[in-house]
């Protein structure tokens, strides 16, 4: 079956614009997680749904950041007003259960420059 | 102190040798642990993960876990040039849910 999706693959934005990201994650799959990962860093956690539910999001940078998964599967990371240290590659993942050991799958990345 | 320590690397070894990666954390309480290879510009991919102290073997990699001196390692055996790629360690904290909290990953470099 098909992976996480995502899109766009690369967006370029003017500082100030916002930009919203998109994720598909494998059908049925109940955890669904952002990671931001700039250059040379590991990813780091962003934020994590629950079917709808958005448990955690204390991984968000600021309140520029929002994320919502309004019916459980696809999910939108938006970004108000960018700023450079934005730019980064914002992975989503998702995992089939909750359980906290099952395997997360990670989409391809939306490589994000802020000019 | 990060809560997931690596060395950034390169490691660098010769085709057929044995590539050892390390990763130190600092929350006691994790239970799950995973090594991830991330090649250059795609996204990671799990290879192995585990949860109970000593080895877990799968082909050419062997995951270690010793919980007492909070330390997993990864050892890769008969190291291939397509094994070059950046090996991340993921730990699952104490507090449950799914929080994965990454190392900087290891770059690895297989010299044929």
């Known amino acids: 079956g098909a992976g996480v999706s995502q899109s766009p693959r690369y967006k370029v934005a003017k500082r100030g614009q916002d930009v919203a990201l998109r994720c598909d994650p494998i059908s049925g799959h109940v955890s669904l997680f952002w990671y931001q990962q700039a250059l040379g860093q590991g990813p780091e956690f962003l934020t994590y749904?629950?079917?709808?539910?958005?448990?955690?999001k204390s991984g968000l940078p600021s309140d520029r950041f929002f994320a919502e998964r309004p019916e459980g599967s696809v999910s939108t990371l938006k970004i108000q007003r960018t700023q450079q240290e934005d730019s980064a590659v914002y992975l989503c993942a998702s995992s089939l259960g909750d359980r906290g050991i099952e395997t997360q799958y990670f989409g391809p990345g939306t490589r994000l420059l802020v000019l | 102190q990060k809560e997931v320590e690596q060395n950034s690397g390169p490691l660098s070894v010769p085709e057929g040798a044995i590539a050892s990666l390390n990763c130190t954390y600092s929350d006691r309480g994790s239970q799950s642990f995973f090594w991830y290879r991330q090649y250059s510009g795609k996204s990671p991919e799990l290879i192995m993960s585990?949860?109970?102290?000593g080895d877990k073997e799968d082909g050419r990699f062997t995951a270690q876990l010793n919980k007492a001196s909070q330390y997993v390692s990864l050892l890769i055996r008969d190291s291939q040039p397509s094994d070059s790629a950046t090996y991340l360690c993921a730990v699952i904290n104490s507090g449950g849910y799914q929080k994965v909290t990454f190392g900087i990953g290891t770059k690895l470099q297989v010299i044929p």
């Open positions: 749904f629950q079917n709808e539910a958005q448990l955690d």
């Open positions: 585990i949860y109970s102290n």
